[in-house]
């Protein structure tokens, strides 16, 4: 046998006993740092191993150090699992082994990579024309569709970003709801717009249209969010875009997780007139449950996007055309589209609608059971895969996710949602059952129970 037969082999014998094992296994993790960097062995070694002995002792050493993240009982932040066809097909991107920021390097990619782009536009009803990058994640998808729009707008004003920098130039501002993600804060660091202004939103932390439109003046970027992190409520698309286009700004959509809704014909309401948006960033790696790291930045002007981004160098050998690295910050990267493309092309239109249907599904039915418990105050309206309960007194809700914690069966995050401690539950996997629900929330109410 090859090295690289026995080194997979070992490879996949572990992997499958990992995902067998997801079913029963507690959700937090069973060892410290510590414990595996003892069992990894700290030492860098004087001699080396053969590549399955390697991967034998890595698997072996990490096992009990894994968060059950992929079970259908994990809850915490907004984390998919990963889909079967998405997973295998990210281990062909491993074999195959493609550097895929040039279309004529790598045809396979470039083929797989546009379906996958015009599939993705398709499904969340966005303009055709738009050119999708894929990103690392939400992050970098916020700051790629922001980059574009603040050299458009700054071009509008006159000034030549890219060959001027932006000392000197018109000030943009950058309006943002209240409970904008965090990450859009990090983006605009990144691209030296300092911190953003913050609009008043509504009792679901969505930004309110009359305090935007009274906030709106000059070169603007107005970031307007799918999906808040606690409630999953949507800003009134419709309404904030066409105030925001009134006055000349570049709307971008925050929608990591919510911008889903838009595959989803009974959650499609959420975000009507989110078509309307200049930019868009969303994860395939939370909803689409593909694994990491997967991101999309999505750009109506593809032009504004490859001036924003891309390089130019005499030797990358390239024309005109739109190539991946025109779409996204990085040169080199692996195929990421290429998963992508295997979920959608197994799950289909009906398939996709049909995960997020039953995601919030899950997260109804958390609600109702939830608010069985006597006590219990479910805190936001849940309209798509987001929960936010209260148990009472701050400590009580904080002695309840510690306990959840201890006991093993769920992993659900605590937080803090307009004042208040929350038990947070999100509801990302695609392999969560009912009956993954009924198990957690019997652990909630066994937890809650012992508390006074
Ligand atoms: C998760 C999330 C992000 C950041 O996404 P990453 O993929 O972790 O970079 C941004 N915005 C929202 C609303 C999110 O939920």
Same mark, same amino acid.
């Given at each position: ?74 809850? +915490?932040?907004?984390?998919? +699992? ?111 717009? #300092? ?77 009507? +007139? ?20 997967? +991101? ?13 981004? #891309? ?102 995050? #605590? ?38």
């Amino acid at each position: 046998m090859d090295p690289y037969t026995r080194a997979l082999d070992v490879a996949h014998e572990h992997a499958t006993s990992w995902l067998d094992s997801l079913e029963h296994r507690p959700v937090p993790p069973q060892a410290t740092i510590e414990e595996v960097v003892a069992a990894l062995g700290p030492d860098l070694p004087q001699h080396g191993c053969p590549p399955e002995e390697a991967i034998a002792l890595l698997a072996e050493a990490c096992d009990a150090g894994l968060t059950a993240m992929a079970s259908g009982r994990f809850f +915490g932040f907004v984390i998919g +699992g990963t889909h079967p066809a998405a997973r295998a097909a990210d281990w062909l991107v491993s074999a195959w082994d493609q550097n895929s920021g040039l279309r004529t390097l790598t045809p396979a990619h470039s083929a797989v990579e546009d379906i996958a782009g015009a599939w993705l536009l398709d499904l969340l009803g966005l303009p055709t024309e738009s050119a999708v990058g894929f990103t690392t994640g939400a992050t970098m998808a916020n700051f790629t569709g922001l980059a574009a729009g603040r050299d458009a707008v700054l071009r509008r004003a006159g000034w030549d970003v890219a060959r001027r920098g932006l000392t000197g130039g018109p000030p943009v501002r950058v309006l943002v709801g209240a409970e904008r993600h965090d990450t859009v804060d990090v983006a605009l660091r990144y691209l030296g717009l #300092g911190a953003p202004e913050v609009v008043d939103v509504d009792d679901q932390g969505r930004i309110r249209a009359d305090a935007l439109e009274l906030a709106l003046d000059g070169p603007v970027l107005v970031v307007l969010q799918a999906g808040n992190i606690h409630s999953g409520a949507c800003v009134p698309f419709a309404e904030t875009v066409a105030i925001a286009h009134r006055h000349d700004a570049w709307v971008h959509v925050d929608g990591a997780f919510g911008l889903w809704a838009g595959a989803a014909p009974a959650y499609r309401h959420l975000v009507q +007139g989110y078509e309307d948006a200049d930019s868009w960033a969303t994860d395939a790696h939370k909803t689409l449950n593909v694994p990491y790291d997967s +991101g999309l930045c999505i750009v109506r002007d593809a032009a504004a996007l490859q001036a924003a981004m #891309g390089a130019h160098g005499a030797y990358l050998v390239r024309d005109e055309t739109c190539q991946p690295l025109d779409k996204v910050p990085e040169l080199s990267r692996r195929g990421r589209a290429i998963p992508v493309w295997a979920v959608l092309r197994c799950l289909g239109r009906e398939g996709v609608a049909d995960l997020v249907e039953r995601l919030c599904m899950h997260a109804t039915a958390f609600a109702e059971a939830l608010r069985a418990i006597s006590g219990v105050t479910v805190l936001n309206d849940v309209v798509f895969t987001q929960v936010c309960a209260s148990f009472g007194s701050d400590e009580r809700t904080d002695e309840v996710v510690r306990r959840l914690l201890a006991d093993g069966t769920t992993w659900m995050t #605590g937080s803090t949602w307009h004042g208040q401690r929350v038990l947070r539950i999100s509801v990302s996997n695609w392999s969560t059952t009912q009956e993954d629900v009924e198990r957690c929330m019997a652990a909630v109410r066994s937890v809650a129970s012992g508390i006074a």
